[in-house]
C-alpha cells in the first residue's frame, strides 16, 4: 500500500510517520503532487497556527491537490482544522471539504489549551472508529475547535461539546493526536490504513 | 473527561538518564529509549526529558536521542534543556517531540517565549520554572542554571509574578519546579502550588518532593494541579505505576487506566 503524509512543512511530522511506521507500514513524506494523488491512503498533519499553516500549504499549492484527492484523507488535529470552511484563529479561509468553523473552545473557567488525555462521548459506527469505546483515551491538545455538525463522528467533551472527529465523503479528521494516543490510538491509524477506499 | 497526567521525568546527562538529590550528586540510572519505553508501556501519561548539563554550560547538545524516543514510544514527550532560539526548537520538534519545555533562557529573553508560541503554537510551548522558598522574605524565589552548582542563581523574580509573565507571553503550560522538596519524597509543595493554581489559567505540572502515593492524591485534590512530574519514585521502583493509577481512580481523581 502506497501511504503518503503530505509535508506540510509543520513540525512534528516524523511523529506521525514513526506512528505508521510501527504498525507496519512503509510511508513517505512529501509535497510532491504526482506522489500525493498516486497515494492509496494521504494524511494531512499539522501543529501550530491555522493562519501560517494555510499560507504555506498555499505557497506549495496543496489546497487545490487535496481538493481533487478521491482516496481516503486523513487531518490530523490542525490538519482536521484545516479541512473546514474556515477558522476564526487568524481569521483564514480552509480548505473547505467539510462543513463547519474552527473556533475557541468555550473552556467555562476551565484551563486552556486543552491538553492531555480525553475519553470520547459519543461515537458513530464508522470503520476508523472500530474496536474503540467510550473507555479509551486519546491524546488532545488544542484551544480550538469544531462545534458538532451532521458530518461529526465522534465527539468529546471540554467545558463545551466538540468534534474529535469529522468525515465528508474520503475525507476523515481526527483532533486528537492518534499517533500520540497509545494502542488506542494506533488502532484509529491502523482502521484508516486498512479502510477500503 | 479530562484525565490528570502521571508525569515520569528522566534527567538527561551525556546521554544517560541521571537522578540526583536537590539538583546535586547525580548517580546514573540507564539508557534513555530503554527507560523511556517502559515507562511509557507502564502506562505513564507523558514523559518529560531534561538535559539538565546544556543550560548551564551552553555546549550544544546531541538531541539524537529525541529521534530515537519519538520512533519507539506512542505518549507524548516533552525535551528540556538548551533550548535558546526558534532554531534549537524548530530541530527538537522536527525530531518528533511533542513539545519543547525552556527554563533559564525564558528568563533571559522572555521575548522567545512569545516567538516559540507564534512559530509552533502555545500547545508546544512549556515553561519550566525552579523555585525556590525563601525563609527570610517568605517568598517564592525564581532560580537559573540549576543543573550546574557552581552556576545556579537567584534572579530578581518572584514565582508567583513570574508564572503570570509567561503567560502573558503564551506559555502553554506551566511546570513548577519547588526546589525544597526536589529528591527528598516528603510531597509535593501543595501550599505553593495552590498560589501557583491561583493565577495558572494554563496546564500546571506539579514537580519535586513526590515520594508516595498520598503525595499524588494529595497535589490532585488539593493543589488542582493538571498532572505531577516525578522522578525517583519511578526509576527505583518505590511506586509501582498501576498501583498508583488505580488508587488515584479509587480516590476519585480522574485517571486514564493503565
Known sequence: MDVVIIDTSCANLSSLKF??????????????????????????????????????????????????????????????????????????????????????????????????????????????????????????????????????????????????????????????????????????????????? | MLARRIIPCLDVRDGKVVKGVKFRNHEIIGDIVPLAEKYAEMGADELVFYDITASSDSRVVDKAWVTRIAEKIDIPFCVAGGIKTIEDARIILEMGAD???????????????????????????????????????GQYEVYQFTGDEKRTQKTAWTTMDWIKKVQEMGAGEIVLNCMNQDGVRQGYDIEQLKLARAVCTVPLIASGGAGAIEHFIDVFQQADVDGALAASVFHKAVIAMDELKQTLINNNVEIRPC
Not at chain 1, 141 to 167: D, K
Request: charge should be neutral; hydrophobic fraction near 40%.
Open chain 1, 19 to 197: 506512528g505508521i511506521e510501527r504498525l507496519g507500514y512503509k510511508v513517505s513524506v512529501t509535497d510532491n503532487g504526482e506522489q500525493i494523488r498516486a497515494a492509496d491512503k494521504v494524511f494531512l498533519p499539522g501543529v501550530g497556527a491555522a493562519g501560517a499553516a494555510m499560507e504555506i500549504i498555499e505557497n506549495k499549492q496543496i489546497p487545490q491537490l487535496v481538493r481533487e484527492l478521491t482516496q481516503p484523507v486523513l487531518g490530523i488535529c490542525l490538519g482536521m482544522q484545516l479541512m473546514t470552511e474556515f477558522s476564526a484563529e487568524g481569521n483564514v479561509a480552509c480548505l473547505n471539504l467539510i462543513p463547519g468553523q474552527v473556533n475557541p473552545i468555550k473552556a467555562d473557567g476551565l484551563r486552556l489549551p486543552h491538553m492531555g488525555w480525553n475519553t470520547l462521548s459519543e461515537i458513530k459506527d464508522c470503520p476508523i472508529f472500530e474496536g474503540i469505546g467510550k473507555q479509551d483515551y486519546f491524546y488532545f491538545v488544542h484551544s480550538l475547535c469544531v462545534a458538532p455538525s451532521e458530518f461529526t463522528i465522534a465527539t468529546c467533551e471540554y467545558g463545551q461539546t466538540f468534534s474529535a472527529s469529522l468525515n465528508k465523503d474520503n475525507f476523515y479528521g481526527v483532533q486528537f493526536h492518534p499517533e500520540r494516543s497509545g494502542k488506542p490510538g494506533a488502532r484509529v491509524i491502523q482502521n484508516f490504513l486498512e479502510m477500503k477506499s
Open chain 2, 99 to 137: 513539545k519543547i519545555s525552556i527554563n533559564s533562557p525564558a528568563l533571559a529573553n522572555p521575548k522567545l517565549i512569545s516567538e516559540l508560541n507564534k512559530r509552533f503554537g502555545q500547545q508546544c510551548v512549556v515553561v519550566g520554572i525552579d523555585s525556590f522558598f525563601n525563609k527570610e522574605t
